[in-house]
């Protein structure tokens, strides 16, 4: 059945992003634990590639994650685009909206990739909010307009589906983003005798530190459960490289062109 599902059309994209970015978020997880890196008990996922030689896996892998996520999204800009026959000024604003939101998403997974916390602590930074808000943004987007395309392009289902995996990621990102600030916070008022890839539960701010780590995971799958609903669209979809040569160029630089 899965090999059936990446023959048919451009499915292989999303199905393709989701496989491959679970599969590095587990290969680093394993590593880092194993190495004694990381706690195994909810880390973050950027924790689990802080440091070599799982850092370097991170980082090819979650590169690979970044060009699948763009070119993903670029496939489903086009597809909207086709799909808006009334030629609708606002989806077709929405639909551009979306794909810059997209590209900058994939910028900010090249900085989580790239940028180790423990080593460019600002940049990863960056590179997550880009992540993560865009993100919520982006799925919003396309919520939008599913719900626009709907009857005609989209089903009602995929409407609700993509709605409540929005909510889910919203409310995990602010979950996140908050009681990270207060685990940090709480962290900071007192000396330790390990790093903050080491939290034990008798820390200050371990509880908000659980839920923030926790959330993040949440947040992560949510999306990719997210591009695993473009899966029926993509399905359906084709598309053709169409190449233009101009001869009467070609033939002043190169005399051998007839």
């Known amino acids: 059945m899965m090999g059936f599902w990446f023959t048919e059309g451009l499915s292989f994209l999303p199905i393709g992003l989701g496989l491959w970015t679970t599969a590095t978020m587990v290969t680093t997880y394993i590593m880092a634990v194993l190495r004694g890196d990381v706690v195994p008990d909810f880390p973050y996922i950027s924790d689990t590639g802080d440091k070599i030689p799982e850092s370097c896996v991170f980082g090819q892998m979650l590169n690979i994650s970044a060009f699948l996520s763009l070119g993903t999204m670029y496939v489903r800009y086009k597809q909207v685009e086709a799909m808006n026959r009334s030629d ?57 307009i599913s719900y626009r395309l709907y009857p005609a392009c989209t089903t009602l289902r995929q409407c609700r589906a993509r709605a409540a995996i929005t909510v889910v990621g919203a409310v995990a990102m602010t979950i996140a983003f908050g009681t990270a600030m207060v685990a940090n916070y709480q962290w900071a008022t007192h000396d330790h005798a390990h790093d903050r890839l080491h939290w034990q539960p008798g820390d200050p701010g371990y509880a908000p530190h659980v839920a923030s780590t926790v959330s993040e995971w949440i947040m992560a799958i949510a999306f990719l459960f997210y591009f695993f609903t473009f899966i029926p669209d993509f399905q359906l979809t084709e598309m053709d490289a169409v190449i233009r040569l101009r001869w009467e160029e070609l033939s002043e630089r190169s005399p051998l062109i007839t």
Do not use: D, P, W
């Not at 910028?107 to 940028?115: D, H, Q, S, W």
């Open 88 to 144: 609708s000024r606002c989806l077709r604003l929405l639909n551009k909206a979306g794909l810059c939101v997209g590209l900058l998403t994939s910028v900010g997974l090249t900085l989580v990739a790239n940028f180790q916390e423990g080593n460019v602590k600002a940049v990863h930074f960056i590179g997550a909010a880009l992540v993560f808000g865009m993100g919520v943004v982006y799925s919003c987007l396309h919520t939008i």
